[in-house]
């Protein structure tokens, strides 16, 4: 399994703020990983990190195998669509096609002016002009078109309205089976991931807590109901994320790897926002006792 | 790279260059007239020169002292800032060129317009003006022109306009990328500019090149003085020396060593009311030089214009260069 992403020991601090604490992650090639939590988790600070738009305080990050921005070679590879998908309001469409046409060694402007085209949009229009929506393709196809091994995005669709959003991520999903690019993108709705994305890292307050293959998650995960009891005496290999308790019914919700034989409780499915929504909100301490396996760390 | 640069700095430059041939096709209908009277006038220009030139000379000397400060907070203030305001520095730093080159790009080439810009400026207005500097230094008596060593006329001639001009644009991009904020950077970098402009010719100019000295006896009918501070002080005019720069003022006793102005001075220009006679001045004046007293004037003369032209040019260059270093490592270290 080849490695598109790799940090260790990973943080980031500004002046006396952690906004990346002692992230450890592998992210496979050829996937799309959705990276999910809470504002102000410290995604964006992960993104900017592996985009080499941030410098480390600790540890190091490795993208396609080089430091992230070292040379151009390495720029080459990783492409980057910031927050707000900023762009220059006082040039057009086409100024930004030859701007990334003069300044990358792999542009493809066949496909940069096939997909203006295909947008509809107008080459002689300014960037300022653009909606939201637009301004955000355009982002996109100079990220996609300059051909890089890694694609990363920070909230590409934060500031889209329902149907643009839907849009924009389909077309992304095209653009990557098309050019076999592996993305890693920002969203603080896990709808936008479960829709788009096959492997999810959930980052809450600065540390990540899971990072997994979406359908490998999903399958270890079950939501557990039965009489009231002690959560403390389930079987070995099973491990609870969250509780909650009525006066005569107790809710769990699970990880485990073999499957849950006791009649008392009722095991049903759990959908990716379920998941990841209890690895948010459980207490920063219970991190400490799931299996390292998971690269849940403290 | 330089497309890029060229393409964002397009508009800048041409209002710049408008302004610069605007001021350039008023010097030039007018300037060989000017000339043509210097020729036949000689010093006395000073007195002759019309109305019309005489606000153009002002306003020439304006523009070339202006010039720089403007590059500063419209060229280089928001070169940076502004990419860094909006987020398209985002944008930039992940195309396939590295941070230090899109600096170094933008920094190579906004300097070197810089000092096309102002050294355009400066060329115009130095040769619209040298009638004028040339009938000053030729010894036209005048309050009306600054002599071109003057401090406010210095920085307007020659290729000090050039350094200037480099030293603000760089000075508006290192201070715009450590604001991150274009207003603020602006404002900024006009202050700090100003500050400079004003402390360079107080404290380090006269330093830049060897100074002469002459001693100046007191006599009546000798070099003319101001008696200044009730008294205390005496200023020297050096007349014999057109065009000089006086950069210190000392007055000297019997023994040749510095001393204040005896209080006998101001005691014999003392009246019951109004002010002393000129009889009562020359006696008083007389009396100070009887005991022994003399005025030292350390000034730079006209010839040494040059010698300090490149003088501060090198400064302004050195003091460029440096910001260049530091923005270099600041947008590689810090703005992260």
Redesign the interface.
């Known amino acids: 399994m080849s490695v598109v992403l790799r940090a260790q020991g990973l943080g980031k601090r500004y002046k006396q703020r952690w906004a990346l604490r002692n992230c450890e992650l592998d992210v496979p090639a050829g996937r799309v990983v959705g990276l999910v939590g809470p504002n102000g988790a410290g995604k964006s600070t992960l993104l900017k990190l592996a985009?080499?738009?941030?410098?480390p305080t600790a540890g190091t990050v490795e993208v396609c195998g080089g430091r992230p921005?070292e040379?151009?070679e390495q720029?080459?590879k990783?492409?980057?669509v910031?927050?707000?998908t900023?762009?220059?309001?006082?040039?057009s469409i086409a100024?930004h096609l030859?701007?990334?046409r003069?300044?990358?060694?792999?542009w493809d402007d066949a496909l940069a002016r096939d997909r203006i085209r295909r947008l509809g949009l107008d080459p002689k229009q300014r960037a300022g002009k653009l909606s939201g929506g637009q301004r955000a393709q355009l982002?996109l196809t100079?990220?996609i078109a300059?051909r890089p091994e890694l694609l990363i995005l920070d909230e590409p669709v934060a500031a889209l309205d329902p149907l643009a959003r839907r849009e924009f991520m389909q077309d992304l999903m095209e653009a990557v089976a098309e050019h076999e690019l592996s993305v890693v993108l920002s969203s603080h709705l896990v709808s936008d991931v479960e829709r788009t994305c096959d492997y999810v890292i959930v980052l809450v307050d600065s540390q990540v807590q899971v990072a997994d293959d979406i359908d490998d998650l999903l399958a270890s995960h079950h939501r557990l109901t039965g009489p009231r009891r002690d959560p403390d005496k389930l079987p070995a290999g099973v491990h609870v994320i969250t509780a909650s308790h009525t006066d005569r019914q107790t809710t769990l919700l699970v990880r485990t790897d073999t499957a849950v034989h006791d009649p008392s409780w009722t095991v049903s499915p759990l959908g990716l926002e379920d998941v990841v929504l209890a690895y948010m909100t459980r207490p920063a301490d219970a991190a400490r006792d799931t299996r390292p396996a998971l690269e849940v760390l403290r | 790279m330089i497309w890029l640069t060229w393409r964002q700095f397009r508009t800048q430059a041409a209002v710049m260059l408008a302004m610069v041939a605007a001021l350039a096709t008023a010097l030039a209908v007018t300037g060989p007239q000017l000339a043509d009277l210097h020729r036949a006038v000689g010093s006395s220009l000073v007195d002759q020169v019309p109305g019309a030139d005489q606000s153009l000379y002002y306003t020439g000397l304006l523009v070339v002292l202006t010039v720089p400060a403007v590059i500063g907070m419209f060229w280089g203030a928001p070169l940076i800032a502004r990419e860094l305001e909006t987020g398209t520095h985002y944008l930039a730093w992940n195309q396939g060129v590295t941070r230090t080159r899109w600096l170094a790009t933008k920094l190579g080439l906004g300097a070197a317009a810089s000092m096309t810009a102002a050294g355009l400026t400066s060329l115009a207005v130095s040769w619209w003006s040298s009638p004028i500097d040339r009938a000053v230094n030729g010894g036209g008596a005048t309050d009306t022109y600054f002599p071109r060593l003057d401090p406010v006329a210095f920085a307007a001639r020659g290729v000090v306009p050039m350094a200037h001009a480099a030293f603000a644009f760089v000075l508006g991009v290192a201070l715009g990328l450590v604001i991150r904020r274009t207003l603020p950077a602006m404002a900024t970098t006009f202050a700090l500019y100003a500050a400079i402009q004003i402390s360079v010719p107080m404290w380090i100019r006269s330093h830049l090149a060897a100074a002469d000295r002459t001693i100046l006896p007191i006599e009546p009918g000798g070099a003319p003085i101001s008696i200044q501070d009730g008294a205390r002080q005496i200023v020297a005019h050096l007349e014999e020396v057109p065009g000089a720069w006086v950069t210190s003022q000392q007055t000297l006793n019997a023994a040749g060593q510095p001393a204040p102005v005896p209080s006998s001075f101001a005691d014999c220009l003392r009246t019951e009311s109004g002010p002393p006679t000129l009889q009562q001045v020359d006696r008083c004046v007389a009396d100070l030089g009887a005991l022994g007293y003399k005025q030292q004037v350390t000034y730079q003369p006209a010839g040494n214009f040059w010698s300090l032209q490149w003088a501060e040019t090198g400064l302004y260059l050195g003091l460029a260069l440096a910001l260049t270093g530091f923005c270099a490592w600041w947008i590689r270290r810090r703005v992260t």
């Not at chain 1, 985009?51 to 410098?55: K, V």
């Not at chain 1, 900023?86 to 040039?91: E, G, H, I």
């Not at chain 1, 003069?102 to 792999?106: A, Q």
């Open positions: 985009s080499g738009m941030l410098t921005a040379g151009v720029l080459a990783v492409g980057f910031a927050q707000d900023p762009t220059y309001s006082a040039l100024d030859v701007l990334g003069r300044l990358n060694p792999n982002a100079l990220g300059k």
